[in-house]
Every structure is written in C-alpha cells, then in structure tokens.
C-alpha cells in the first residue's frame, strides 16, 4: 500500500516529526511504500514543520524580559512562531493584562530587515490578549512593510472581540480581568478603524493568540487557516494522489479538531482526494468524527500511552494496513473515548 503519514504533534509527548517516523518506520519495514509528512494547524511546531529555525533574535518577551527567539529565513520567506517570542511558555506568573505581543512584532521587523519579502507567522500558544498593539508598536513605521506578503497562519476562527472571553482564563485572567480585556479589545475595533480604515470585528480568525491576528490584518497581513497554509507549503494535496491511505493524528482529539486543526483538515483533503483516512489520537473525547479514531489510551492504557507513544504507535501501525482491512481492524472495540493523556490546543 502506499501510506501517507500526516500528524499533528502529540503535545507534551511527540513532536509531528517524532509521531510520523513512529508510525512510518514500522509500515516501511513491512514493505509499504510510507511518505512522511508532519503537520501543524499554525501554531506551536508550524516552525520546525517548515523546516526550523535557522536564525535566532533577541526580541521582548511577553512580561519584557529578552528572550532568545528562533526562526527561519529561505529564499526570502521567514517562518515565525509567534509563541518563541510572546507564548505562554515563557512566563512562570500568568498576566494576561500586562502580556504583549511587542516582541513578535520586532521579530516580524528583524526578519523584513534580514530581507525577507514574504513572512508567515504561526500563531497559538501565546500568553498575550493585547490584540496585536504591541506588535504593531514594534512595527511603527509600517511603511517597511511596503512590498512584504505577510501570511498569518490562524489555529482557530476566533471573533477579535471573543478573544478574552474564549482564550483569557487559560492565560490567567480573572472574571474581572476578562471583562476588562474584552473592553480594551472593543476599544481597538474602534482605534484600528479610526487609524487603519480596517474593522477587525467583522474578520474571522482576528481573534486567534488574543488578537495578534486582527492586529496584523491592519498592516495588510492575510489571515489564512493555518492547516491549508502548511498543507500547501509542504504539498501534502499533491502526495495524497494516488494514495491507499492517510493517518492522522494529534494528542488530545475533541470537538475543536475539526475547527480548523490537523485532523480535520487533513481528513477533509483525504476526502477531497478520494483516499480513505484514519486518526490515531492519544486520546479522544466522545465527539463525532468524519473518519475512524483510535485512542491509544482506549488501546493501552494511560500510563503507558503517555509513558511510551512511540512504542504504542510502533506497535499499533501495521495493524492500521492490516489485509483485512484498516478501519474494521483498529476499530473492534468500537469509537475511541476516555479522559485526556495529552494537552489540547489554544490560541
């Protein structure tokens, strides 16, 4: 059979890489023609997917302390990860109020100043609900931007004025600071269209890493679906012609994965193509899916699925291009549910 392999990362696991050759190397043992190809929706990992960081700027982090942010340059397109420079895993004390994205935007700056005419920036994981005034501070003036494709890879569909009830809480915020955010936040609607002529209330996805994205949309930027944007990037509908199968994966499957995630997005591509497309999840919450979901948690317990994915995944594989056939074979025990063995996602 040939096989495409196209996870997302299994979050606090295996990275994309790491989840795909787990479950290749046993599928190409077995003499099945594997193609590999690790995947991100945008955020965190959308960097090293697209072939990791060759250049490192020291930029301000989300509370304003220097950090040390990775990125990539290539034939005058740079990949940011907005999370290397204002993510949520550089903070020990959560702020959401204080939290800014000032230093995305200085590694958007750095990377027009190292000669980059098109730049694509990751967003999720951020620590910051700022709606991307720190970044545009850090951009001031705009006119470098003159002649520059930004792409904004978006995680998820986000209204910018929902950004601080949807994503806040998990940031830190109190109530109170939520509702104080999502006022500051309407607040921007009316600066941006006062200074930018550009009503960011009206744009979905503006809401995606706490505004970061409306912000940018400002300055020009075009907010894509970060699945589609890396799925192009990385030709994955081009090497799923002529394909027998496609397995997907991520950490943590729930309804969210079919709003704009890996899964979803590859099972939708799978389908378009005509090629049939399994999930294997670390775990998986009792929701509908378009295609057959296997939970290694369902499978192996949780202990050993957090302790040894890759030996889950090893083991499991050729089970998944058995003779008697993928989905009745993996799927004996019925749809995979349970409680989570690995993080979800976030903007």
Avoid at 105 to 115: F, N, S
Avoid at 219 to 224: E, I, P, S
Avoid at 241 to 264: N, P, R, Y
Avoid at 278 to 283: H, K, N, Q, S
Wanted: charged residues 20%.
């Amino acid at each position: 059979m040939r096989v495409v392999v196209a996870p997302d990362k299994f979050r606090g696991t295996l990275s994309a890489h790491a989840a795909a050759s787990a479950i290749a190397a046993p599928l190409r043992a077995a003499g099945h023609d594997v193609v590999e190809v690790p995947m991100a929706d945008g955020g965190e990992g959308t960097l090293e997917v697209l072939g990791g960081a060759n250049r490192t700027t020291t930029v301000t982090g989300p509370l304003g302390d220097p950090v040390d942010a990775g990125w990539r340059l290539s034939a005058r397109r740079a990949v940011i990860e907005m999370a290397r420079a204002s993510g949520l895993g550089l903070v020990e004390d959560r702020d959401a109020v204080a939290a800014s994205t000032v230093g995305t935007g200085e590694l958007i700056a750095a990377a027009v100043e190292a000669g980059a005419t098109h730049v694509l920036v990751g967003l999720g994981g951020s620590a910051t609900t700022d709606g991307g005034s720190g970044a545009l501070r850090a951009l001031t003036p705009t006119s470098r931007l003159r002649g520059v494709r930004i792409d904004v890879a978006c995680d998820v569909t986000t209204r910018f004025t929902d950004a601080a009830r949807v994503f806040a809480p998990q940031k830190g915020a109190t109530p109170a600071q939520v509702e104080f955010l999502s006022r500051r936040l309407e607040a921007l609607v009316d600066r941006y269209r006062d200074e930018y002529g550009l009503d960011v209330s009206e744009l979905e996805g503006a809401g995606a890493a706490g505004g970061l994205a409306g912000g940018l949309a400002c300055v020009g930027a075009q907010l894509v679906p970060g699945v589609e944007l890396v799925a192009e990037a990385v030709g994955l509908p081009e090497l799923l012609e002529g394909a027998d199968l496609v397995v997907t994966g991520e950490g943590h499957l729930d309804v969210e994965s079919f709003e704009g995630k890996v899964v979803g997005g590859v099972a939708d591509l799978a389908a378009s193509a005509g090629v049939p497309c399994i999930a294997v999840v670390g775990d998986a919450d009792p929701v509908p899916s378009p295609v057959p979901v296997v939970s290694l948690v369902e499978r192996f317990g949780s202990d050993r699925a957090l302790a040894d994915a890759v030996g889950c995944l090893t083991e499991l594989a050729p089970v998944l291009v058995a003779s008697a056939g993928p989905v009745e074979a993996v799927l004996t025990d019925g749809p995979a549910t349970g409680g989570a063995a690995t993080d979800g996602g976030g903007a």
